[in-house]
T-cell receptor, first 114, second 112 residues
Framework: EAAVTQSPRNKVAVTGGKVTLSCNQT?????MYWYRQDTGHGLRLIHY???????EKGDIPDGYKASRPSQENFSLILELATPSQTSVYFC?????????????FGEGSRLIVV | QQKVQQSPESLIVPEGGMASLNCTSS?????YFWWYRQHSGKSPKMLM?????GEKEEGRFTVHLNKASLHTSLHIRDSQPSDSALYLC????????????FGIGTRVLVRP
């Protein structure tokens, strides 16, 4: 089974503070994604990457930055955290096969911004 | 408005019964549909995918696709309490970089 590991699993941050969510995958997948999941909105794509050194904006990128320093690691950065960014964040890797990706998700990072 | 609409929002099914879930995309460029299942407190896991018109069966799960109407449905027969979960439909548009766009989901509760 593909392995995607997120850290931290839980985080409480103060408004205006910087938060970094980290993701590591051992699947050797080129594609990696950051989603947030909120009641009433489902999973929404924030940033994604096609490989080391690349980052692309997803559907809701405002207030977030991403970094892909290596094939295995993909980080989501909140430079100035706001309460509206309180959410559960999921990282995923994808095999990029025909017909789109099968996504393998990490277990999620619960962020509360107070 | 969500590009991927799912219905119903929630569903209660007796154990052994049939659950039917619907999903429609408003993007005419959609190429593929995926179904993911997410148990409470867990991460989503891929359940089934369908790329061509027609039907695909895997065990107790059957997926239908009508590409002309951009509609897919998931049917769970002989539902089990372990099937209680949030079912997420996702659409993929190749021209948009193979990104998956998810619906809000249908929450299924199977009552023993």
């Amino acid at each position: 089974e593909a392995a995607v590991t997120q850290s931290p699993r839980n985080k409480v941050a103060v408004t205006g503070g910087k938060v970094t969510l980290s993701c590591n995958q051992t699947n050797n997948h080129n594609n990696m994604y950051w989603y947030r999941q909120d009641t009433g909105h489902g999973l929404r794509l924030i940033h994604y990457s096609y490989g080391a050194g690349s980052t692309e904006k997803g559907d809701i990128p405002d207030g977030y930055k991403a970094s892909r320093p290596s094939q295995e690691n993909f980080s989501l950065i909140l430079e100035l955290a706001t309460p509206s960014q309180t959410s559960v964040y999921f990282c995923a890797s994808g095999d990029g096969g025909a017909g789109g990706n099968t996504l393998y998700f990490g277990e999620g990072s619960r962020l509360i911004v107070v | 408005q969500q590009k991927v609409q799912q219905s119903p929002e929630s569903l209660i099914v007796p154990e052994g019964g049939m659950a039917s879930l619907n999903c429609t995309s408003s993007d005419r460029n959609v190429d593929y549909f995926w179904w993911y299942r997410q148990h409470s407190g867990k991460s989503p896991k891929m359940l089934m995918s369908i790329f061509s018109n027609g039907e695909k069966e895997e065990g107790r799960f059957t997926v239908h696709l009508n590409k002309a109407s951009l509609h897919t449905s998931l049917h769970i027969r002989d539902s089990q309490p372990s099937d209680s979960a949030l079912y997420l439909c996702a659409a993929v548009t190749n021209s948009a970089g193979n990104k998956l766009t998810f619906g809000i989901g249908t929450r299924v509760l199977v009552r023993p």
